[in-house]
């Protein structure tokens, strides 16, 4: 609803305006070099030159250099306009968006105006005619600053003849164009803002014009309704204009300033937009019309594209960082893996994974940076810190618990497991030194359960001790013995097998496997 309202008091102010007298043309008749504010593009004056917030096109150099950035492909902009006896106005602008280094831009504007009639000092007329012509010519930039922000400058040159007399100036304009939530977009725009004499003895001075415009794009662009207020020479212009399009195809504008009514429309047909406009003033009408060709392909879908394949390899190098670094502190090389999942973290530090490994990785480093050799201690270090890294802080004290109890003067040892003991709460109670390996406590443990005829608490202790040695054999034939009295005799025999697989040669043990296996059928 705010959308329509907005629309509709567009149209009201501009309904309203259309009934006002006309200012005459001699209001602009005292500024110099009047022809710069008679706009370029068919499109714009057809929307009643409203168009400093809206310059999105080639035309964007003239109207307002900030607008630049909006252009998505190399464009062509030329526009011949009609005005009064032996009088044209015409237009030409080229504007090249580039990947990265902004949107470059060049135009031009002629008037030419043939057989004016010539006078003497006395100001009669003689038989010599005489040609007033104009000519701006000049290169334009811009830039976005962020995804709302676009500033632009444009740099012209300005040739002035009449008759027999010129004058050569230097301009520099200055634009801005600002993006809002719900399409609405605004635009300001300096002409002048520096100018420089380059010859000539002329007493014209050219005067700073400032606009500043108000733009609100609907239904994806299908509807455009703009507002612009100027000021120049002590003097405030307002310009009003709406654009509506028909299956994009077809655009319908109507327009108006304090100087005519506008009216006209585009066509667009494949990479080409043609537009008309007619303008009503104290002089009659002109006509103008423009053409527009687009050229290559869309800057920013290319943007996008390489954007994607840059995030595609930032994400498989993310990948690569992460995998490479779970394989270094895996075989215990901390310290490079610390290095690796910190790099995969400035990748996408918002991946949690990531930013608790290199949390936890860190504190280990800080007490064991590595530890890569081949015994029994240096085992249960590794899988101990995998455990911890991973999560599962029972198993990662338990592990390095017991490669304490099989070396316990390292004090490298020793720090570290009080430290994870503190981080993580888990304390494993162990006998005093001298007392046996943690393995040797819980194997007694068991043996302890197993008198009292606690098999449950048996089996436990055994796999306890299992994830501690893998290869135990007491362990497995006490949990078999424990899962036969429990009446599981299929799981008895397969852990007894196992036993037999890392000793072949216990000839009692197979040969009661072999009587039970009996029993059961097997």
């Not at 050219?206 to 000021?231: K, Q, T």
Request: charged share 20%.
């Amino acid at each position: 609803m705010g959308c329509i309202r907005y629309i509709l008091l567009i149209l009201i102010c501009l309904c309203i305006s259309l009934n006002h007298n006309y200012v005459s043309a001699a209001d602009t008749g005292g500024m110099a070099n009047t022809f710069l504010t008679w706009g370029a593009g068919a499109r714009a004056l057809g929307m009643g030159k409203a168009y400093v917030a809206v310059a999105n096109d080639a035309t964007a150099g003239f109207w307002n250099p900030g607008g630049l950035a909006q252009v998505d492909r190399a464009e062509l902009n030329v526009l011949h306009a009609f005005l009064w006896e032996g009088t044209v106005y015409d237009y030409a602008g080229y504007v090249v968006p580039t990947l990265k280094n902004g949107t470059f831009g060049v135009n031009a504007i002629t008037l030419l105006s043939i057989g004016g009639e010539g006078r003497d000092a006395l100001n009669r007329v003689n038989n010599q005619t005489f040609i007033d012509s104009r000519l701006l010519a000049g290169g334009c930039y811009a830039r976005e600053i962020g995804d709302w922000l676009s500033l632009g400058g444009a740099v012209n040159v300005l040739n002035s003849s009449l008759g027999q007399h010129s004058k050569l100036d230097m301009t520099i304009d200055a634009g801005a164009l600002m993006k809002f939530f719900g399409g609405l977009t605004l635009g300001v725009n300096i002409k002048n803002m520096l100018v420089a004499r380059l010859s000539g003895n002329s007493q014209d001075v050219l005067s700073p014009v400032i606009r500043a415009g108000v733009a609100g794009h609907f239904w994806d662009n299908r509807m455009i309704a703009a507002c612009d207020v100027e000021y120049r020479e002590n003097t405030v212009v307002y310009y009003l204009g709406v654009e509506a399009a028909v299956f994009n195809l077809f655009k319908l504008r109507i327009g108006q300033s304090q100087q005519e009514v506008s009216a006209g429309f585009g066509i667009n047909v494949f990479n080409m937009m043609l537009d008309y406009a007619l303008g009503l003033h104290s002089l009659g009408g002109s006509h103008r019309m423009s053409l527009t060709m687009k050229f290559g392909g869309s800057v920013k879908a290319e943007l996008n594209k390489q954007n994607e394949k840059a995030r595609l390899e930032l994400d498989e190098l993310f990948k690569k960082l992460y995998e490479s670094g779970i394989q270094a502190y895996q075989e215990g090389k901390f310290d490079e893996a610390h290095s690796m999942l910190a790099q995969a973290r400035s990748i996408n530090p918002q991946d949690e994974d990531v930013k608790i490994l290199t949390s936890r990785l860190q504190l280990v480093v800080a007490l064991l940076p590595t530890s890569v050799g081949t015994g029994k201690v240096s085992e249960l270090l590794r899988a101990g810190v995998t455990k911890y890294l991973e999560g599962d802080a029972e198993q990662a004290i338990t592990k390095i618990t017991y490669a304490y109890t099989l070396d316990p003067d390292n004090k490298t040892i020793e720090r570290l497991l009080n430290r994870l003991q503190r981080e993580t709460g888990v304390k494993i109670d162990t006998a005093p030194p001298g007392m046996g390996t943690l393995v040797d406590q819980k194997l007694l443990q068991a043996y302890i359960q197993f008198s009292k005829r606690d098999f449950a608490g048996t089996i436990l202790l055994c796999q306890e001790v299992l994830s501690l040695e893998s290869r135990n054999i007491l362990a497995y034939k006490r949990m078999g013995t424990s899962y036969l009295l429990l009446g599981e005799r299929d799981k008895a025999v397969k852990l007894w097998e196992k036993a037999l697989e890392i000793n072949p040669n216990d000839t009692a043990l197979r040969e009661y496997t072999d009587s039970v296996k009996k029993q059961i059928g097997q």
